[in-house]
């Protein structure tokens, strides 16, 4: 599609409020490359940035910091070893540590969080998870809807919506956005904020359109 | 004049981006790693992102804690970001405590009990107060309603209102935006982080 660097000074230029770099299938193969793309993307873009994808340790989460990430999130590790949230937060504060949940349905309201971008199962119930989560100190919740995303069909509220009177702590919601009418629907719903990808790299719509929606519906954002 | 501005780097925090955004705008900076940089500075930016106890512990371990003091009390700027902006103060609450630097009397509390998410992540509009300590405050940019990027659980909270600059409002709470004593400047918010609102105070910084 393009270098993800020309995607994010233009994004940026149109009025994101934050850039989220996820590298889907960096805990795959074990890769790092993503310290990079950070760097030089901070280059020129001054707005946060928060980076996911095979961070494996501390150590990991230091380097992205000191490349130009804001926050880091984490998932199959946060799952394998829960103590490492907690370790995390006492290094970089909560407002650092976010979470990553990809969930997948389980049952008629019941998710999965699953790890390595959405190949294993946790055998974990994703509310349970998400609370244990925000208890060991997370600062914030990433939620990927595994069976909405890129599909440009519309958010999947029914976790979220169970979700947000349970934690007291910021929780984003991605997979699915396909048009700014939803984002509005998102906001109503006291989600703190609302990741877009296909509707925007398609040139759907521009975060302009989207962000007046949202000022013509009554919610106070920065244009 | 030598546009020197020390970052002092304790080993925590976004580095690399407060440090692209000064070049940005068109200064040089230099990193402080074991406090020899900051009593000659022109300027020293105390950076940060993480929990007050460890920073601090940083800073006492690379021998920067003296050189910071030294420095503030010489009148050059010291301008502090988020964590660094709560550890100009005497304390924090956060975790089981701990001594900040005492530069402007008060402590880091935690954001009043408020419906509304902790941490507070977030694009914020300055609500300005115009104390006498704040009434000289040498960032022309910064206007009324400006939108600025927040991330924290903690705020400053100054022994003296007048100490407080700005604010926002965070559901019903009011959060310490800006502080200010003397030279001494701490911004709750990044302004590395406040796209180009946020450039343009930087660029009042390296002016002063």
Known sequence: MGKPVDFAEKYYRDGADELFYQDVVASLYGRNSIKDLIKETSQNVFIPITVGGGVRSIHDMHELLRYGADKVSINTVAINNSNIIKEAVRVFGSQ???????????????????????????????????????????????????????????????????????????????????????????????????????????????????????????????? | MTEKLTIVDYGLGNLHSIQKAIEYVGAKTVFDRDGTAI??????????????????????????????????????????????????????????????????????????????????????????????????????????????????????????????CATCEYGESEVTAIISKKNIYGFQFHPEKSGEAGLEMIRDFIKL
Not at chain 2, 57 to 64: L, V
Not at chain 2, 123 to 135: G, H, M, V, Y
Not at chain 2, 136 to 150: Q, V
């Open chain 1, 96 to 223: 650092c540590i976010v979470v990553a949940i990809e969930i997948m349905r389980s049952g008629i309201s019941s998710w999965e969080p699953l790890t390595m971008s959405g190949r294993q199962h946790s055998r974990l119930d994703a509310l349970d998870w998400a609370k244990q989560v925000v208890d060991l100190g997370a600062g914030e919740l990433f939620i990927t809807s595994i069976e909405n995303e890129g599909t440009k069909k519309g958010f999947n509220f029914d976790f979220v919506d169970q979700l947000v009177d349970k934690v007291n702590v910021p929780v984003v919601l991605h997979g699915g956005a396909g048009n700014p009418n939803e984002v509005v629907e998102a906001a109503k719903r006291g989600l703190s904020g609302v990741a877009i990808a296909s509707i925007l790299h398609y040139g759907l719509f521009t975060i302009e359109k989207i962000k007046k929606e949202l000022k013509s519906a009554g919610i106070k954002i920065r244009l």
């Open chain 2, 39 to 164: 009593v000659d500075s022109e300027k020293v930016l105390l950076p940060g992102v993480g929990a007050f106890a460890e920073g601090m512990k940083r800073i006492k371990s690379r021998q920067q804690l003296k050189p910071i003091i030294k420095f503030a009390a010489s009148g050059r700027p010291l301008l502090g970001i988020c964590l660094g902006c709560q550890m100009l103060l005497s304390s924090s609450d956060e975790f089981d405590g701990a001594d900040g630097l005492g530069l402007i009397p008060g402590k880091a509390i935690k954001i009043s009990e408020t419906k509304e998410p902790i941490p507070h992540v977030g694009w914020e509009a300055l609500k300005l107060r115009p104390s006498l300590s704040c009434a000289n405050i040498p960032f022309p940019s910064i206007t009324e309603g400006m939108w600025t990027y927040f991330i924290h659980s903690y705020h400053a909270m100054p022994e003296e209102e007048e100490y407080i």
